[in-house]
């Protein structure tokens, strides 16, 4: 299959086409081996709970997880073949010859959860909540559609967005499971209605949700897909304690922790349940690092934020993280290994990256004695209070950075409190800011380096960058794309404007009456969750 990418380029050579199609897109089926059976719920295991339930205002697994499997989106990533692009609202698109045009047929006959109908009016007021937001609306992703100028409905089941030029990413960002859609009668009467209810068109319906414990769907006999869902609902226990959520799968008290269970624990689990249980492992789109607060002083010295990733030794955090934190693979600011990656000798060059420990520790003790902290200087990390991997990332950051001098106190956040201090009001020294998308996408994964965007914790400014990612995401030769990209990398890694961390790598572990539940590399897509059906209660 042709990548989103290539399939662009293959548009723009078609002058004399005027619109392609691009996919009809069926449900996907059950790939399961045996015949699914029904009834049943789902127990499930999640390390956080979620700060709201409104997908398009939140940027984590605990509001995702929990409610994704009672709504829909217009697109999605197939769950069994990452990263195709198949229909979920919609049925089949056209991206006209400019590039410049996208048109969607929606699928009929789909009702809301209150019994209203789906149609193009929903979800033309749900992207218009996400591009162009209220006053007083968070919208995390906007600044993904800014090509986007408008979203017009030319009837009931057909929904068209106009872009000011190409767009590299958009189709793909379009598939964004964070992109769920509401009825349109909730959001005029207030837009942020959905950070405390639930009205979908999901295989599931909302049951129940007792803040820090349990959050529970059901079935909903009225889904669109025939014969689907085949569980009867779903239930989710919270616990920030891995060995809690661990305890839980051996007991059977929870079959599945969607997010990752550290190596250690998994095989305990293995050693106790055998073949009872089934483990997916599988790399992820997530690196953990640390913002610097470059309003601040002695953040503001680059000198100083060059100490700090000399400080950190990465290829020993790969060895002893793995294993209890799931933190894996070393790399730059993309995912190591994919098409956008930069190779290890090029990112050897930056610093902190080198492999010569020693040499890059003296190096750091000499920048912070030139910027006028020969002794170092004390600071507090704040972080979030879930244990994998962030308290584990954060008490190896510590150790490392005592080594050259520097004393901090690690103060771990409940999870609203870390967004807010982090992303919201920059009330941070040094926080660690981990990176997770559903997309190995050069859109997602670097705009939270430019002004504009909201994920920029580290409130730092550089015009190159701005120009750079505005013309990486119009570039529709992937050669040249490249390129800008690894411009970017140049940049932030060189004047360290973040500090990467380590890599994450998935480890799903579930007992093996779970069935049909595929793991994709990252913990977003896939959690629909209406392909899945239990062997047995």
Known sequence: MRSHRTLIVFIFSCAAAVSIAVLLAPA??????????????????????????????????????????????????????????????????????????????????????DGSPLTAADVKATYEKIVFPPEGVRSIRKNAYAAITSIETPDANA????????????????????????????????????????????????????RGSTFEG????????????????????????????????????????FRTMPQSEVETIRKQLGDKVVVQDTPATGIFGIAVNQTIKPFNDERVRKALTLGLDRYTASRVLYPIASLKDVGGLMRPATEWAMSDVELQKFPGFGKDVEKNRAEAKRLLAEAGYPNGFKAVLKNRNVRVPYVDFGTFVIQEWRKIGIELEHRPLESASWFADGRDTGNFELIVSPSFNFMDDPDQFLERYTTR????????????????????????????????????????????YYIPGIWWARSVVHWAKVKNYVAPPNHYSNQKLQDVWLSED
């Not at 229909?87 to 959860?113: C, M, N, P, S």
């Not at 006999?221 to 051996?250: H, N, Q």
């Not at 390129?483 to 990398?489: A, F, R, S, T």
């Open 28 to 113: 996907p089926p059950a790939r399961a081996a045996e015949t699914p059976r029904r009834g049943g719920v789902l127990l499930a295991a999640i390390a956080a709970d979620a700060p709201s339930l409104d997908p398009h205002q939140e940027e984590t697994f605990a509001t995702l997880h929990l409610v994704a499997p009672c709504y829909s989106t217009l697109l999605q990533i197939d769950p069994y073949q990452y990263p195709k692009v198949i229909g979920d609202v919609a049925t089949e698109w056209k991206i006209a010859a400019d590039g410049l045009t996208y048109t969607f047929k929606l699928r009929q006959g789909i009702r809301f959860h």
């Open 159 to 210: 929904i068209v967005f106009k872009l000011k030029h190409p767009s590299a990413s958009l189709l793909v960002n379009l598939a964004s499971p964070w992109n769920v859609i509401y009825p349109k009668k909730y959001l005029d009467k207030d837009p942020n209605y959905f950070k405390a209810n639930i009205v979908g068109s999901g295989p599931f319906k909302f049951k129940s949700h007792t």
């Open 218 to 257: 059901e079935r909903n006999p009225d889904y669109f897909i025939k014969d689907r869902p085949y569980l009867d609902g779903y239930k989710f226990f919270v616990s920030t304690e891995t060995s809690v959520r661990a305890a839980a799968i051996r007991s059977g008290r929870a079959y599945i922790e």
């Open 453 to 496: 965007d909201s994920n920029n914790w580290g409130r730092f400014s550089d015009p190159r960058i701005d120009d750079l990612f505005t013309r990486q995401a119009r570039a529709l030769d992937p050669t040249e794309r490249k390129k800008l990209i690894n411009e970017i990398e140049k940049i932030v890694l060189g004047h360290v």
